[in-house]
């Protein structure tokens, strides 16, 4: 009779039997984590005895380790978590038409071809004049992100000089945007002024060798209570008294006011400009509602600087970005903001919204109550969206959660005390029947 370690299936039985795993991972990767498999089942019966694993074991353990070590690409999620800009989902999703430019430009391409003369076109004439258009500025360029917009603007005005910064805007936003990490891998010297909860404008007017004053937009977080910070045009002055531009960084990309009352006091391109800013930049994909990028615009001279630093090569944009980019900001130039999923979702009808609540509750067993939908991306901080949510109880809602999350396609939902919370203003419309199911799939095995 066979002992159970001699049942142990045979390397080669097993790679035989794992034709999926050679395909997807590669022979010899496949191999290893079989023989891995079948190690850790050899130890596991010395151990604490018992019957050897199967074949079907062997491989789904293998699989699984596989599959850890290789993710492979990102998969897409129904996001039912109420944050329309949603850091680790991949922010703003990208419109249809962007999706259509990038498929366009995969292959060849004129991305720096001029077709009317054969020779050489550039790669900034389609994306600059847009940007310094939807900002209302004198010129404008884009990077690989709003990091790298900064980190370009105080590498080519600020190296090696002084940048006043106030207390209250050292933020960190987004996990590693650090703003006195930024500040030291461009070569300015960061100079702290005023304190976290007061700044006034004459405190920039200390003594330093200053190259440019930096307001940040502190996107993330509200200091409240006994606190007070200069305006855009209050700095203006400050900075043309001491002869420095002053270059704001406004975060999420609302390109104007928009009038929605939850963005009221969130600033704006255009707004920043007007109020005397010299340079402004912001991200692609928060607001924006576009690809993962950093626009930057303002004085023709100052962008013109920025442009011509050997750092703007290293944070160019590629061809999928730029044909994302370019569709985005002209959609945003045409009005058609209900074209950009991110503005369609914040700016959805609250009556057909209920509706789709109602129809998800009564099919998963829940009720709708009155809640809210957050921006995200660091804007609008605190202010929501008012919106319809269902509410599942149950009796324990994370392990819900966590089974929505294993669901293909994977459902990330808010479970608090008692209740998972379903947001359908981050769901596409065509999805709610399959949200539906997956719910339901994922609540019965309680
Ligand atoms: C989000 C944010 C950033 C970082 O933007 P990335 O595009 O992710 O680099 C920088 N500054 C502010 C104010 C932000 O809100």
């Known amino acids: 009779?066979?002992?159970?370690?001699?049942?142990?299936?045979?390397?080669?039985?097993?790679?035989?039997?794992?034709?999926?795993?050679?395909?997807?991972?590669?022979?010899?990767?496949?191999?290893?984590?079989?023989?891995?498999?079948?190690?850790?089942?050899?130890?596991?019966?010395?151990?604490?005895?018992?019957?050897?694993?199967?074949?079907?074991?062997?491989?789904?353990?293998?699989?699984?380790?596989?599959?850890?070590?290789?993710?492979?690409?990102?998969?897409?999620?129904?996001?039912?978590?109420?944050?329309?800009?949603?850091?680790?989902?991949?922010?703003?999703?990208?419109?249809?038409?962007?999706?259509?430019?990038?498929?366009?430009?995969?292959?060849?391409?004129?991305?720096?071809?001029?077709?009317?003369?054969?020779?050489?076109?550039?790669?900034?004439?389609?994306?600059?004049?847009?940007?310094?258009?939807?900002?209302?500025?004198?010129?404008?360029?884009?990077?690989?992100?709003?990091?790298?917009?900064?980190?370009?603007?105080?590498?080519?005005?600020?190296?090696g000089r002084d940048v006043l910064v106030s207390r209250g805007e050292l933020v960190e936003i987004g996990g590693s945007f650090r703003l006195p990490e930024i500040m030291a891998a461009s070569g300015a010297r960061l100079v702290e002024v005023g304190t976290t909860?007061?700044?006034?404008?004459?405190?920039?007017?200390?003594?330093?060798?200053?190259?440019?004053?930096?307001?940040?937009?502190?996107?993330?977080?509200?200091?409240?209570?006994?606190?007070?910070?200069?305006?855009?045009?209050?700095?203006?002055?400050?900075?043309?008294?001491?002869?420095?531009?002053?270059?704001?960084?406004?975060?999420?990309?609302?390109?104007?006011?928009?009038?929605?009352?939850?963005?009221?006091?969130?600033?704006?391109?255009?707004g920043s400009l007007q109020a005397g800013a010299d340079l402004v930049l912001c991200s692609g994909d928060k607001l924006l509602g576009g690809p993962q990028a950093g626009l930057l615009a303002g004085r023709a001279d100052l962008v013109e600087t920025c442009r011509r630093h050997p750092l703007a090569r290293a944070l160019r944009l590629d061809k999928l970005r730029i044909a994302a980019l370019v569709t985005t900001l002209e959609a945003h130039m045409a009005g058609a903001e209900r074209d950009l999923p991110a503005w369609r979702m914040l700016?959805?009808?609250?009556?057909?919204?209920?509706?789709?609540?109602?129809?998800l509750a009564t099919r998963v067993g829940g009720v709708v109550v009155q809640g809210e939908t957050l921006v995200g991306g660091g804007s609008a901080p605190g202010a929501g969206v008012p919106s319809p949510i269902v509410r599942v109880g149950c009796r324990s809602p994370d392990a819900v959660a966590g089974r929505l999350r294993e669901q293909n396609p994977p459902v990330v939902a808010r479970a608090e005390d008692g209740a998972l919370l379903l947001d359908l203003r981050t769901v596409a419309p065509a999805d709610d029947d399959l949200l539906a199911k997956l719910v339901t799939a994922s609540l019965s095995r309680t």
């Open 1 to 159: 009779m066979e002992t159970p370690l001699e049942k142990i299936p045979r390397i080669d039985r097993l790679v035989d039997a794992a034709g999926g795993l050679v395909a997807r991972f590669g022979r010899g990767a496949t191999v290893e984590a079989l023989r891995a498999a079948a190690r850790a089942a050899r130890e596991q019966l010395l151990r604490s005895g018992g019957e050897a694993p199967g074949i079907v074991e062997l491989i789904a353990w293998a699989e699984r380790n596989l599959s850890a070590r290789r993710p492979g690409p990102p998969r897409p999620v129904i996001n039912a978590a109420g944050v329309v800009i949603h850091t680790n989902l991949g922010r703003a999703p990208l419109s249809t038409a962007a999706l259509e430019a990038m498929r366009a430009a995969a292959g060849y391409c004129d991305l720096e071809y001029d077709l009317a003369t054969g020779g050489r076109g550039s790669r900034g004439a389609r994306v600059d004049p847009l940007v310094a258009e939807a900002a209302g500025a004198e010129a404008g360029c884009a990077v690989n992100n709003a990091a790298a917009a900064l980190v370009l603007v105080l590498a080519a005005l600020g190296q």
């Open 347 to 359: 700016r959805a009808d609250t009556g057909e919204l209920h509706a789709r609540a109602a129809v």
């Open 197 to 270: 909860n007061r700044t006034r404008a004459r405190d920039y007017l200390c003594d330093a060798d200053v190259a440019l004053l930096l307001k940040v937009h502190p996107s993330n977080y509200r200091i409240t209570g006994f606190t007070e910070a200069p305006s855009v045009a209050e700095l203006a002055e400050v900075a043309a008294r001491r002869g420095v531009p002053l270059v704001h960084d406004v975060g999420s990309g609302l390109l104007g006011d928009a009038g929605d009352p939850w963005l009221a006091g969130e600033p704006s391109l255009r």
